[in-house]
């Protein structure tokens, strides 16, 4: 067999990259580290004293059952809540962010994309120059590895929000969101192909007819293994959980680009990268709408013209070009939204000045830490939905037999599973090593002939629009939010 190829040698030299490099260097950390992002530093009870005119005391203590003295009472005393105070700030250093919130998950998440990326372009360099022959592409299995760990990081941060009795909005938000996600799905799903590229017709024809071409050389029944309404149900429950994980995300990118356009008011080349960044996955959505985009490049011929102005394959490879490049743009931004939420804190202090009463100096001080207390958590909502698109978009290429540079590959079902070895069919001697690796191959033979390359042009195609198109419908939700309900804005 030829799956201990080039492929598992890439892998293996990657994991051993991932062990020695680990240690000493992480992406993830550089990317928080590493940008001049300045956190506002809460102030201390002496410097509140101060501000507010009220004499410092000596701090209370509290004697145990012994008679000793136990644990020195919180200092705690009445502020006005319009104090005026200036925060100091600091920049942003490694010893400050490996204490935050789900750090572990972020520094391992971001870590194995990167390391995903590679294995992947150093992939695609060698099938460009030597074509797979019956090799596993495990870049595949990588992407499919870092989608699993994203979906289980959005949960366990989506599932923060069902915790406790202050969540209440935030899980209304979260439920709702996934009804109106349904809805839309639905809606999406009996559009037209010709309207709409979704490719999940095609993508079901092509399975129905390979499946039951399988069944009957398996002596069951030949209708097929689904009805076409279940499919696409299970497909718009997907969606719903997609829409889900996204809202918040969605809705944290819409605020952090409100404060970052109002924090670069007076640097207009800033100030049009962040409104590129909101606008360009919108207009991204627009290239799977058939005619506004393949019909008319690929298929209408103007006047003066012999031949469309692009080839469907070149149109294809510019699609996924645009979609690498819309990511990679938003990422290379991601500095600037985040320091635009990390001076959320000096914000809140100017609006409370514009409030009366008192509040305790614990409560001050915890509205500010809370703003870096978050910084992982809102750097993993604003990177993960980018990277499940990025990861798709691979994903819908490779397996889609797709080209870069606009032609098809020769190798259109052979991206996941390898051919039959001879020698595993022809053994006789019973060895249960060449038969468990011939019985390995047939199955894998099999799901190749049954998942075609047009099913997962349909599958990972509609993944990657719906994707963008759950993110950028909830970033737009938020800006909606923002312009009108929320003050100074």
Not at 28 to 33: G, H, P, S
Not at 341 to 362: P, S
Request: hydrophobic letters at 50%; glycine letters at 4%; one cysteine or more.
């Amino acid at each position: 067999m030829a799956i201990l190829g080039a492929q598992i040698v890439i892998t293996l030299v990657m994991v051993s990259v991932i062990q020695k490099l680990a240690p000493h260097f992480s992406f993830a950390r550089w990317l928080l580290c590493s940008n001049n992002l300045v956190r506002f530093l809460y102030p201390t009870n002496d410097e509140l004293r101060a501000a507010a005119g009220i004499p410092k005391d000596k701090p209370k203590t509290k004697k145990g059952k012994d008679g000793e003295n136990g644990k020195i009472v919180l200092d705690t005393f009445k502020i006005p809540r319009n104090i005026d105070i200036q925060l100091e700030f600091s920049k942003v250093t490694p010893q400050d962010v490996v204490h935050l919130r789900y750090y572990t998950e972020y520094q391992w998440l971001v870590d194995f994309a990167l390391y995903t990326a590679v294995v992947y372009i150093i992939t695609e360099i060698y099938t460009y120059f030597f074509p797979l022959q019956g090799e596993v592409n495990l870049s595949i299995l990588w992407c499919l590895l870092f989608h699993s760990f994203a979906l289980k990081t959005l949960f366990s941060i989506t599932t923060e929000y069902f915790r406790g009795s202050e969540s209440i909005g935030e899980r209304s938000t979260v439920i709702v969101s996934a009804f109106a996600f349904l809805l839309i799905s639905m809606m999406i799903l009996i559009i037209d192909e010709s309207k709409l590229d979704s490719g999940l017709e095609t993508a079901y024809s092509s399975f129905n007819s390979s499946a039951s071409v399988f069944l009957e050389n398996q002596g069951l029944p030949s209708d097929g293994p689904a009805s076409k309404i279940i499919l696409k149900f299970v497909i718009a429950v997907w969606c719903a959980l997609i829409g889900a994980f996204f809202v918040f995300p969605g809705l944290r990118a819409a605020q952090m680009h409100c404060d970052a356009l109002r924090f670069y008011d007076d640097r207009h080349l800033i100030q049009l990268l962040l409104n590129l960044s909101f606008v360009l996955p919108g207009l991204l959505l627009l290239f799977w709408v058939k005619p506004l985009s393949s019909d008319y490049l690929s298929k209408r011929v103007f006047s003066g013209m012999t031949e469309p102005l692009i080839r469907l394959e070149s149109f294809e490879s510019i699609r996924l070009i645009v979609v690498v490049g819309v990511i990679f743009h938003r990422i290379m931004i991601m500095p600037l939204f985040l320091q635009a939420y990390l001076n959320l804190a000096h914000r809140k202090v100017e609006d409370q000045k514009k409030e009366v009463g008192k509040m305790t100096n614990i409560e001050f001080q915890k509205k500010i830490a809370a703003v870096f207390y978050y910084l992982v958590v809102v750097a993993l909502q604003y990177l993960i939905p980018l990277l499940m698109c990025l990861y798709f978009a691979f994903m819908y290429k490779t397996l889609g037999d797709y080209s870069w540079l606009g032609t098809h590959s020769l190798n259109a079902t052979e991206h996941l599973t390898p051919p039959a070895s001879p020698a595993a069919s022809q053994s006789e001697d019973g060895d249960s090593i060449l038969q468990s690796a011939h019985q390995f191959s047939l199955a894998l033979n099999s799901l190749k002939d049954v998942l075609t390359a047009e099913v997962h042009r349909g599958l990972f195609g509609f993944a990657t629009w719906w994707s963008i198109f759950a993110l950028f419908t909830s970033s737009c939700l938020g800006l909606i939010y923002q312009s009108y309900f929320v003050k100074g804005y």
